[in-house]
Every structure is written in structure tokens, then in C-alpha cells.
């Protein structure tokens, strides 16, 4: 009994990341598009809608891999997937931004932060529930 309340708790917090995800990538790239409106490089739009994405597409990739990993890693990476999302989402709209602060510096570190937090915090929830279990 207590296995299938953990398995539908992680099934409904997967869901809720997965949407919530799915809706800051999105408007990340609106925000993205927005921004570069009058930029006239393509090249350079498409760098910034890339690395905007990068982590995006990194949180999705370690959802397909995560098959095999304990269960309290599969909660952090979800709880990772909304923080960041919506993190995002507020970082692009520009509502924590000083008035003076460039564009592109939001489109530049935002991922950045976002990328360092996902390679700190993944492998070491993996590497501490796997020391738990043989602990125990």
C-alpha cells in the first residue's frame, strides 16, 4: 500500500512538472522571440533560441534516462523541472530585472545558472540515494 501511494505521488508531481515544463519552455522562447524581434542576424537568434533551450532539452533527456534511478531522484529532477521553469519564465519576462540591465545578459546567464544547478544537484541526489540504500 505504501509503495503505491509513492508511486502516485511521483506520478502526479511528474505530471504537474511535465506541464508546467512544458508551458516555461514555451514561453521561454516567446520571451526569447520577443526580445530579438529587431534583431536582422537569423544566425544569431537561432544561437540564442539554442542555448535558451539547452537546459530545457537537458532536463528532458535526464527524464528519458531516469528510468533506473531511485525514486527520490525522480522528485528532485521534477522538482528541479518546475523551479527552473518557472525561474526561467520570470528571469525572461524581465520582472526581476534592474532597468539598465542589457537583454541579452538575462538570455546568456539564465541558462547558465540553469545548467550549473542541473549538473550539481542530479548526480548528487543519485549518488546520495545510492549510498542510503547501501547503508542500509
Given amino acids: 500500500m505504501k509503495e503505491a501511494k509513492i508511486n502516485a505521488d511521483s506520478n502526479f508531481l511528474r505530471i504537474i512538472a511535465l506541464i508546467v515544463f512544458a508551458i516555461g519552455w514555451i514561453?521561454?522562447?516567446?520571451?526569447t522571440l520577443h526580445a530579438g524581434h529587431n534583431n536582422r542576424s537569423i544566425f544569431l537568434m537561432i544561437l540564442f533560441l539554442g542555448w535558451v533551450s539547452s537546459p530545457f532539452m537537458g532536463q528532458l533527456t535526464a527524464t528519458?534516462?531516469?528510468?533506473?534511478?531511485p525514486v527520490v531522484t525522480h522528485k528532485i529532477l521534477?522538482?528541479?523541472?518546475?523551479?527552473?521553469?518557472?525561474?526561467?519564465?520570470?528571469?525572461?519576462?524581465?520582472?526581476?530585472?534592474?532597468?539598465?540591465?542589457?537583454?541579452?545578459?538575462?538570455?546568456?546567464i539564465i541558462p547558465l545558472i540553469?545548467?550549473?544547478l542541473i549538473v550539481i544537484i542530479?548526480?548528487?541526489?543519485?549518488?546520495?540515494?545510492?549510498?542510503?540504500?547501501?547503508?542500509?
Avoid at 27 to 31: K, Q
Avoid at 64 to 69: T, V
Avoid at 122 to 136: E, Q, T, V, W
Wanted: glycine fraction near 6%; charged fraction near 15%.
Fill in 27 to 31: 514561453v521561454s522562447l516567446g520571451f
Fill in 64 to 69: 528519458m534516462l531516469s528510468a533506473r534511478w
Fill in 114 to 116: 540553469s545548467w550549473i
Fill in 78 to 108: 521534477y522538482i528541479i523541472m518546475i523551479f527552473l521553469a518557472i525561474g526561467s519564465m520570470s528571469g525572461y519576462s524581465g520582472i526581476l530585472s534592474p532597468a539598465d540591465l542589457k537583454p541579452a545578459f538575462i538570455f546568456l
Fill in 122 to 136: 542530479i548526480p548528487l541526489s543519485i549518488y546520495r540515494a545510492r549510498k542510503n540504500k547501501s547503508l542500509r
